[in-house]
């Protein structure tokens, strides 16, 4: 107790020196902890968008997540709706659960026979209900909300698709798709977007879905391979198109109803889906989960090999974008970390020398080396507490401010500005990590003034002047 009355003594005696290293110190913890909310805002931006497009878990057939893309229809899930019974019947999680339903991806061409245009796409059937809320899911508290599908309640031949598809195929005016330019040259009317059998079937189709050829300018023919490996049309009516947030995908994605797309790829035969997607209450839920439905999809692997992911494996991006804001973070860490270790080494060796007579002094009255050393370690400590404390409150009040501005910015993934936001409050870990790591570095400084001034001579140091 003496040792830290004594230290906070030595510190009030020099309040400007102490004042500086202190304010040094809590701009650095400050700037430490903003950016770690940022980060930590980014993480959960990107997390739930996850979660709510594909849920926390998907079951697929074991290769479908490596060699699916090239022709999903062939690892199609076979009762998959005692799949999705069995897991909704369980005991345990049946607590979990908020969505289970099942998807079918396909691959094909749409074309707008009007406009004599087309383009290769892959996309998803769904269950529009399901989808929608599966889009609530907000565990974090975000304050966007992510827009329902407008497939829920429309009609059966209802598509939505991605404004880069909407583009090429010509539907941004019967959309009213605003920043959406025509190309420069139009097609000549005796070019061929289909081939003349496609186009024959194309034309069949859309003539026997609304009566009339061309009907609707936001009608579009979709050409798939169905089961039995024969192509087959159907007629879509595209409802609205969203922008999906990377270009690539954005040019080939179309979203339909489930039942529509497992009647033009299965027919009569009994309908398969490519996933059945899991999404729970809560994402640390995740491990339990997957401990209950490992001898419930060994029952049902009997006849077709099937494989649980969860959506950290099925969006790679996710996770490397978070490996780099963790590096940067660390980054930010060791360059402050570094700042603050020369401060307040260069204030602890500063006050060395001016109390070399008092060290002196002590060590005469009989105080032993390591009382001196043990001294100036305190003072450290107490600056490195002081400062890291004064920067967790600086950051809170800061973080208060900056989400009540509300500034808006386009996190990576999103297609909507969101307010800008940095996550300081309740991230207990990210606190008591950077206030336990700013005191060891200010101890870690502080011990090597406090080394020398404990080998100082008792007899040159009384001299000193």
Same mark, same amino acid.
């Given at each position: 107790?003496? @040792?830290?009355?004594?230290?906070?003594?030595?510190?009030?005696?020099?309040?400007?020196?102490?004042?500086?290293?202190?304010?040094?110190?809590?701009?650095?913890?400050?700037?430490?902890?903003?950016?770690?909310?940022?980060?930590?805002?980014?993480?959960?931006?990107?997390?739930?968008?996850?979660?709510?497009?594909?849920?926390?878990?998907?079951?697929?057939?074991?290769?479908?997540?490596?060699?699916?893309? &090239?022709?999903?229809?062939?690892?199609?899930?076979?009762?998959?709706?005692?799949?999705?019974?069995?897991?909704?019947?369980? #005991?345990?999680?049946?607590?979990?659960?908020?969505?289970?339903?099942?998807?079918?991806?396909?691959?094909?061409?749409?074309?707008?026979?009007?406009?004599?245009?087309?383009? @290769?796409?892959?996309?998803?059937?769904?269950?529009?209900?399901?989808?929608?809320?599966?889009?609530?899911? $907000?565990?974090?508290?975000?304050? !966007?909300?992510?827009?329902?599908?407008?497939?829920?309640?429309?009609?059966?031949?209802?598509?939505?698709?991605?404004?880069?598809?909407?583009?090429?195929?010509?539907?941004?005016?019967?959309?009213?798709?605003?920043?959406?330019?025509?190309?420069?040259?139009?097609?000549?009317?005796?070019?061929?977007?289909?081939?003349?059998?496609?186009?024959?079937?194309?034309?069949?189709?859309? !003539?026997?879905?609304?009566?009339?050829? &061309?009907?609707?300018?936001?009608?579009?023919?979709?050409?798939?391979?169905?089961?039995?490996?024969?192509?087959?049309?159907?007629?879509?009516?595209?409802? +609205?198109?969203?922008?999906?947030?990377?270009?690539?995908?954005?040019?080939?994605?179309?979203?339909?109803?489930?039942?529509?797309?497992?009647?033009?790829?299965?027919?009569?035969?009994?309908?398969?889906?490519?996933?059945?997607?899991?999404?729970?209450?809560?994402?640390?839920?995740?491990?339990?989960?997957?401990?209950?439905?490992?001898?419930?999809?060994?029952?049902?692997?009997?006849?077709?090999?099937?494989?649980?992911?969860?959506?950290?494996?099925?969006?790679?991006?996710?996770?490397? @974008?978070?490996?780099?804001?963790?590096?940067?973070?660390?980054?930010?860490?060791?360059?402050?970390? &570094?700042?603050?270790?020369?401060?307040?080494?260069?204030?602890?060796?500063?006050?060395?020398?001016?109390?070399?007579?008092?060290?002196? @002094?002590?060590?005469?009255?009989?105080? +032993?080396?390591?009382?001196?050393?043990?001294?100036?370690?305190?003072?450290?400590?107490?600056?490195?507490?002081?400062?890291?404390?004064?920067?967790?409150?600086?950051?809170?009040?800061?973080?208060?401010?900056? $989400?009540?501005?509300?500034?808006?910015?386009?996190?990576?993934?999103?297609? #909507?500005?969101?307010?800008?936001?940095?996550?300081?409050?309740?991230?207990?870990?990210?606190?008591?990590? !950077? !206030?336990?790591?700013?005191?060891?570095?200010?101890?870690?400084?502080?011990?090597?003034?406090?080394?020398?001034?404990?080998?100082?001579?008792?007899?040159?140091?009384?001299?000193?002047?």
């Amino acid at each position: 107790m003496m @040792t830290w009355s004594l230290a906070v003594r030595n510190l009030l005696r020099n309040r400007r020196r102490s004042l500086a290293t202190l304010l040094a110190m809590a701009i650095g913890s400050t700037s430490i902890l903003l950016f770690g909310g940022f980060s930590t805002n980014v993480n959960y931006e990107l997390h739930t968008r996850h979660v709510q497009k594909g849920g926390h878990l998907q079951i697929q057939h074991r290769d479908f997540y490596l060699y699916g893309s &090239g022709n999903p229809t062939a690892y199609g899930i076979a009762d998959y709706t005692k799949i999705m019974a069995a897991i909704q019947s369980d #005991e345990v999680l049946r607590n979990m659960l908020l969505v289970v339903t099942p998807t079918l991806q396909f691959g094909g061409i749409a074309a707008n026979y009007a406009a004599n245009v087309s383009r @290769t796409i892959i996309g998803n059937g769904f269950v529009a209900e399901d989808i929608n809320r599966m889009r609530r899911w $907000n565990d974090f508290d975000l304050r !966007t909300k992510a827009p329902a599908s407008a497939l829920e309640g429309a009609a059966a031949d209802a598509a939505v698709v991605g404004t880069g598809v909407a583009r090429v195929l010509q539907l941004c005016d019967a959309l009213k798709i605003a920043r959406c330019p025509k190309p420069e040259k139009e097609q000549k009317a005796d070019s061929k977007a289909l081939p003349d059998d496609i186009a024959q079937l194309s034309l069949q189709e859309t !003539t026997a879905a609304s009566g009339t050829a &061309g009907a609707s300018p936001r009608r579009i023919e979709v050409l798939v391979v169905n089961a039995r490996g024969a192509p087959n049309v159907t007629s879509l009516e595209v409802i +609205r198109a969203e922008d999906q947030g990377v270009k690539e995908l954005d040019e080939v994605y179309v979203m339909m109803h489930l039942a529509q797309l497992q009647k033009l790829i299965y027919g009569k035969s009994p309908p398969r889906a490519t996933s059945i997607m899991i999404q729970l209450r809560h994402s640390d839920q995740i491990p339990a989960a997957l401990v209950r439905l490992a001898p419930i999809l060994a029952k049902f692997s009997t006849s077709q090999p099937l494989a649980v992911l969860d959506f950290r494996a099925l969006n790679p991006f996710y996770v490397q @974008t978070m490996q780099m804001f963790d590096t940067i973070f660390g980054f930010v860490f060791v360059l402050i970390g &570094g700042i603050v270790l020369f401060t307040v080494s260069n204030t602890m060796n500063t006050t060395v020398v001016e109390r070399t007579v008092e060290i002196g @002094t002590l060590r005469a009255i009989g105080l +032993r080396r390591s009382g001196i050393r043990r001294l100036f370690v305190t003072e450290g400590a107490l600056l490195g507490l002081c400062g890291a404390v004064l920067g967790v409150v600086l950051a809170l009040v800061l973080s208060v401010i900056i $989400n009540q501005i509300g500034m808006p910015w386009l996190p990576p993934g999103n297609v #909507e500005l969101v307010p800008f936001t940095v996550n300081v409050w309740g991230e207990n870990r990210m606190i008591l990590g !950077t !206030t336990f790591g700013l005191i060891c570095i200010a101890i870690l400084s502080a011990w090597w003034p406090a080394h020398r001034a404990a080998r100082l001579d008792v007899v040159e140091a009384l001299r000193h002047v």
